[in-house]
């Protein structure tokens, strides 16, 4: 007998949605290696990412040696490429979804269409003041932490690592890269939920009940001061510009997929690439879920994980009821 499925979603992935092992104690090596390489090793955003970051590194970066000294020609170059970057990822997602309807509302999770009017959206609309606020204020705080760590990195102020001086902690850095962004982004996140901050700053996210592309990083300037700045680990371990650039672009670019709206991009009828995480939907309906990603557990650590059953649901509902 099929499980119950909770109601109002068109599609529901497959559930129980789960964790990252790489937590779960006793260690499982082979779940760790099979987690490792779904997320790195296939067609995945991880992997895309580092070949978007090497990119701009050898073709569109400017020399450390420049980054010495601030100076509108270099830091106005790494802001234009990000620019555009978010506007080829969150506006080309946009395109094919949303407006020419290229999978229709296969892998859909939320049946309704994006909202084109209401008061609450600063420019009338939720698509146009998604981009409003991404591309003003998110790639503003995007290009301002890069180059701070570029000119660090230049002047001696933060520690620069070279390949020839350990390949493996060059390599591996990529791997611990999202692993930490998960480690911040909760706390932050959970920052953010705090009534003062949350209306002061969040509510500007959390407009989108139902999100598209462009909602990713469609976030109070505040919200955007304080999602960026796990960068600033960087201070501390060292890195090369390359792990910067993987590092923010990730953030950035990953934002705008993770809000697709769609589990998956389908070619042929056929899962192709991984986007939109049922998880973090089900945070922007129900608020109070799901406050992490998962790459790390802390949802299920301190009871606010759903993991999309209808038994999830209903626990979710209680916890609702006993705090009214």
Not at 105 to 122: E, V
Request: proline share 6%; aromatic share 16%; glycine share 6%.
């Amino acid at each position: 007998m099929p499980k119950a499925k909770i109601k109002g979603w068109n599609h529901i992935p497959n559930v129980p949605i789960k964790v990252s092992p790489l937590f779960n104690w006793p260690l499982k090596p082979l779940e760790v290696l099979k987690w490792i390489w779904k997320s790195w090793f296939i067609i995945t955003e991880n992997l895309i990412l580092i070949v978007v970051a090497c990119i701009s590194f050898f073709w569109f970066h400017p020399p450390l040696e420049q980054a010495q000294t601030f100076s509108i020609e270099w830091v106005a170059k790494l802001h234009v490429r990000n620019i555009l970057l978010l506007s080829a990822v969150a506006g080309g997602l946009h395109l094919y979804f949303y407006t020419f309807t290229q999978q229709g509302q296969k892998l859909k999770y939320d049946p309704r269409p994006l909202s084109k009017s209401g008061r609450q959206f600063t420019l009338g609309g939720q698509v146009r003041d998604n981009m409003f606020w991404s591309l003003g204020s998110g790639v503003f705080f995007w290009t301002s932490y890069e180059a701070l760590m570029f000119w660090a990195m230049a002047n001696g102020w933060a520690p620069v690592l070279l390949w020839v001086d350990s390949p493996v902690w060059f390599i591996f850095l990529f791997l611990l890269t999202p692993i930490w962004i998960s480690f911040h982004f909760y706390w932050i996140h959970r920052l953010l939920h705090w009534p003062p901050v949350y209306k002061l700053a969040h509510a500007l996210h959390h407009r989108n009940i139902n999100v598209g592309p462009w909602s990713g990083l469609s976030m109070h300037p505040l919200e955007h001061l304080l999602f960026f700045s796990s960068i600033l680990i960087h201070f501390l371990v060292p890195a090369h510009p390359l792990h910067i650039l993987f590092h923010m672009q990730h953030q950035s670019l990953t934002a705008a997929t993770s809000h697709t709206g769609f589990e998956n991009l389908l070619v042929k009828d056929s899962k192709t690439l991984a986007l939109g995480t049922f998880h973090h939907q089900l945070h922007h309906r129900y608020f109070e879920v799901n406050y992490g990603n998962l790459q790390m557990p802390w949802d299920k650590w301190f009871g606010s994980f759903h993991d999309g059953t209808a038994e999830a649901h209903e626990r979710m509902k209680h916890r609702q009821t006993k705090k009214g």
